[in-house]
């Protein structure tokens, strides 16, 4: 016989360390039990005992109807597995003596939260259970490093929460840990960058903030390679292909600061740190 809905992504084990400070979890709506509500966009199977051409698996409308043979269009939605198998087993009883029927749902869409922005899997997640918000970033592969983790929110119908993934995931915070509602939008906006280039150890983005200067930002990227030339480096500023060229001797703020003050950087900037000539 066939088993329903163990196809669900069990929560890295990690996160069962930072369950411990929410609520445990708990089916919302358990697919398997007769009490499942189904509905817009969910999908079902439809057994009709011995009588195998009946059997159809029915995608609900948008609308909550769907349709089956012999019965016609059905009001799916808001009902009951229980309430849609008894209705059904009554319709087919008039033309099918002692008809039995089974409603599997076998896969549901009628719940859906939408994960926006910087995270490690953006997307569509299915409320098949209650789940609350540090639980549900863990199964979309956790806020990525390019997101404005301290300014996110959620998205509830005409409601915007605020939401500081940095103090969520780092800490726990009760306060920032949301239970999910179909329907809800979870977003991390994503970061102004600034791009850091050439002899440094690991070059690529790093987030904007008000204070970032050359040398944090390289700082950031590991640091300079032994072959990195730190008196010349440049900052690339603006759009297109007029950018503005900023020089900056790296060498000199490190070793005095007072006199050679660091230079802040703006979002979007391109540090480009050259090889030495020799």
């Given amino acids: 016989m066939t088993r329903v809905f163990r196809w669900l992504v069990p929560l890295p ?12 979890p708990i089916w919302a709506q358990n697919p398997e039990s007769k009490d499942f509500i189904v509905g817009p966009e969910d999908v079902m199977e439809v057994q009709v005992w011995d009588n195998k051409d009946l059997n159809q698996t029915v995608f609900v409308r948008p609308d909550g109807k769907a349709s089956l043979p012999l019965v016609g269009e059905i009001q799916a939605a808001g009902k009951s597995v229980q309430e849609l198998q008894d209705y059904l087993a009554g319709v087919y009883a008039k033309t099918i003596k002692g008809a039995a029927v089974t409603v599997i749902v076998k896969e549901i869409k009628s719940r859906p939260v939408y994960f926006v922005g910087g995270f490690g899997k953006p997307g569509v997640l299915q409320l098949t259970r209650d789940l609350t918000l540090i639980q549900a970033v863990a199964l979309v592969g956790g806020v990525t490093p390019s997101a404005d983790a301290e300014k996110g929110f959620v998205l509830r119908k005409e409601k915007n929460i605020p939401v500081d993934f940095t103090r969520l995931m780092q800490t ?14 979870v977003v991390a906006p994503l970061a102004d960058l600034v791009y850091v280039q050439g002899e440094v150890k690991t070059p690529g983005a790093v987030k904007y903030m008000q204070d970032l200067t050359v040398l944090m930002a390289i700082s950031q990227v590991g640091g300079f390679t032994p072959r990195a030339a730190g008196g010349r480096v440049d900052i690339l500023r603006g759009k297109g292909e007029k950018k503005e060229r900023i020089r900056v001797d790296v060498d000199k703020v490190s070793r005095a600061p007072e006199e050679n003050p660091d230079v802040l950087l703006k979002p979007n900037d391109i540090v480009l740190v050259p090889q030495r000539l020799f």
Avoid: F, I, R
Wanted: glycine letters at 8%; a negative charge.
């Fill in 13 to 24: 084990t990690v996160t069962l360390l930072l369950w411990s400070l929410s609520v445990s």
């Fill in 172 to 185: 726990g915070d009760p306060s920032q840990n949301l239970k999910l509602e179909p329907g809800d939008s």
